[in-house]
Structure formats: C-alpha cells, structure tokens
C-alpha cells in the first residue's frame, strides 16, 4: 500500500470495468458492469464520463462518481452533477482521499462549465463535505412509511399467488404516463428522463394518479406521484395503492420527499414524519441558489435498484 503515490484520473471507458470489483469490497454488492455504464452515460451531452478514480498502481482503491442532471427553475434549464457511488477502498481510508476524490470531481465540472455539485451524503461523507469542502446544507427529506400487511400476512400472500400461478398484481395499472412536479415553479427541481424512470421501476395509474414505484424485497418504494387535487382524492388513491400493494403480498409503501412540496402537505396529516437524507450542495460558478432544491426520492440515485 503506497498512499503517497496515489494517482488520481478521470473515469473513461477504461476504468469503468475495475468499479464493480471496488463496489463489491465497499458495499458487499455485486453488480454487473453495466449497472455503471448506464448509471454515468452522459453522451448526449458530449463527454461520457465525469467522475474520479484514485489508482495505487493499478488497482482502483477509491471513487466518486458524477451523474449529469439536468435542473429547472422558473422555466430555466441547467445542468448539474450529482455524486454518486462515492468509494474508497478499507485499507485507504483515513488518509483524506475521498476529500481529493470530490475535489478534482469539482474542477471536472468547472472545466466543462457545470455549476453546480450536489448530493445526499451519509454520515461519514457529510463530515468531510460540510467541514473540510465547505459545502453547503440544504433541506432535510423527510420519510413517510406506509403499511400494508404484517410480515406473516405478507408471506401468506405471496405462496398463495405463487400456488395458484397469479400474475403480476400491478400488470393491470400499469401506464405510460409520469406523475407531474409536485413543486412550485419557484424552486428548483431536477428534470426526470423517460428512459431513467424506466430503468429504474415502473408507472402506474390508480384513482386517476400516476406513481413512479419500484419493488426490492417486500417493500414497495415509491418514488413520486401524481399531486392529487385534495386530501380525499390523495387517501383514495394511496388506499387503492395499498390495496395493489397486499395483493403483490408486500409489507409497507415508503415515500421521501424534500419540504415544501404540495404532496408533503397530504402525508404529513396522513402518516408519521420520520427523518432521513440532507440535501448538501456546492455551488461552482454562477449557478442557482440550492437552498431552493427540491426533490423526491425518485430523484435521487438512492432509489436505485
């Protein structure tokens, strides 16, 4: 291990097959290569690749990824870089690499004229953001979960349909359609691509609403929705979703949301508040004030499967 002849370079197409094997050591996770070549395809953009590997030799032992998100504000578009998948080798830790990792992220972005850097780190990656970087904080997303059935209730289902070869409960809600901003025109909203909210889960439409969901286990994730026009219209259209849900045999429905939003003001009477991720931005040129960004779960790449 040298640490003082780490080298640092920008992820190409080289060096995206050496993630998976990094991701597996952090997170105890294997995933195909692929999961990154469609995670950080940016070519309509014209550069592909925009995160930062720290190579000791040429093993990979730290990363921080960049994904290009496009965001809007008072009918205005910009581009922006969220991180992502931020890595670092066990035996490197300490020694303020994802420090430089997130700094030469930033003079990426600066160079290719992207203002803004942005994400939602856990604990041990906040303290180097907010006290070492600088970054700022934003708001705070707050988590609702819905239940649907007990565990054992859950489990019944679920042999039940498999017994009697029961379709995919959701087949028949299933639409085209994508739920509409829940935010005001006013703040700052990432824009979702057609084919991410593709990827990433699948539409329905239930009481004349649209939800963006995705399921993992026995949970259905619920990415965003349709605002419904009032309070009755909104716990007609999560009772149906409920009802879908039980049928599929999974335990609980959970939704996140950044304050502010008018769907925020439906499930706060509705469901307990609990807390969650904080937004935290830097802002690298002339760009928008993110005390203003609002976003869902769907947003970000934590909704990832």
């Given at each position: 291990m040298n640490k003082s002849g780490i080298r640092?370079?920008?992820?190409?197409?080289?060096?995206?097959?050496?993630?998976?094997?990094?991701?597996?050591?952090?997170?105890?996770?294997?995933?195909d290569v692929n999961y990154f070549l469609e995670k950080y395809n940016a070519a309509r953009l014209g550069n592909?690749?925009?995160?930062?590997?720290?190579?000791?030799?040429?093993?990979?032992?730290?990363?921080?990824?960049v994904r290009i998100r496009e965001l809007s504000w008072c009918g205005e578009t910009r581009l922006s870089g969220e991180s992502v998948d931020s890595m670092v080798h066990v035996e490197y830790r300490g020694n303020n690499l994802y420090r430089n990792l997130i700094?030469?992220?930033?003079?990426?972005?600066?160079?290719?004229?992207?203002?803004?850097?942005?994400?939602?780190?856990?604990?041990?990656?906040?303290h180097v953001l907010f006290n070492h970087v600088k970054w700022k904080r934003g708001v705070e997303l707050h988590r609702y979960m819905v239940p649907v059935q007990s565990r054992f209730l859950s489990l019944l289902m679920r042999?039940?349909?498999?017994?009697?070869?029961?379709?995919?409960?959701?087949?028949?809600?299933?639409?085209?359609?994508?739920?509409?901003p829940s935010f005001d025109q006013?703040?700052?909203?990432?824009?979702?691509?057609?084919?991410?909210?593709?990827?990433?889960?699948?539409?329905?439409?239930?009481?004349?609403?649209?939800?963006?969901?995705?399921?993992?286990?026995?949970?259905?994730?619920l990415g965003d929705m349709d605002t419904p026009d009032s309070l009755e219209h909104f716990k007609k259209g999560m009772a149906t979703l409920q009802g879908v849900a039980k049928k599929a045999g999974l335990t609980e429905i959970i939704f996140q949301t950044a304050p502010g939003s008018r769907l925020e003001t439906l499930f706060n009477p509705c469901y307990p508040i609990y807390p969650s991720w904080t937004l935290a931005y830097q802002n690298l040129g002339d760009a928008w004030d993110l005390d203003h960004l609002r976003l869902t779960w769907g947003d970000l790449d934590t909704f990832e499967p």
């Open positions: 640092l370079v920008r992820l190409t197409l080289e060096e995206v097959s050496d993630l998976p094997i990094l991701y597996e050591q952090v997170f105890g996770r294997k995933v592909v690749f925009y995160g930062c590997c720290a190579y000791d030799g040429s093993l990979l032992v730290g990363y921080t990824g700094e030469a992220c930033q003079k990426i972005l600066v160079s290719e004229g992207i203002p803004t850097f942005w994400g939602v780190p856990n604990e041990g990656s906040g042999l039940l349909n498999r017994s009697i070869r029961k379709g995919d409960a959701f087949m028949l809600f299933r639409t085209d359609k994508q739920p509409t006013d703040q700052v909203i990432t824009l979702k691509r057609e084919e991410r909210v593709a990827r990433k889960g699948f539409l329905l439409e239930l009481e004349g609403l649209c939800f963006w969901v995705r399921v993992h286990r026995s949970v259905l994730y």
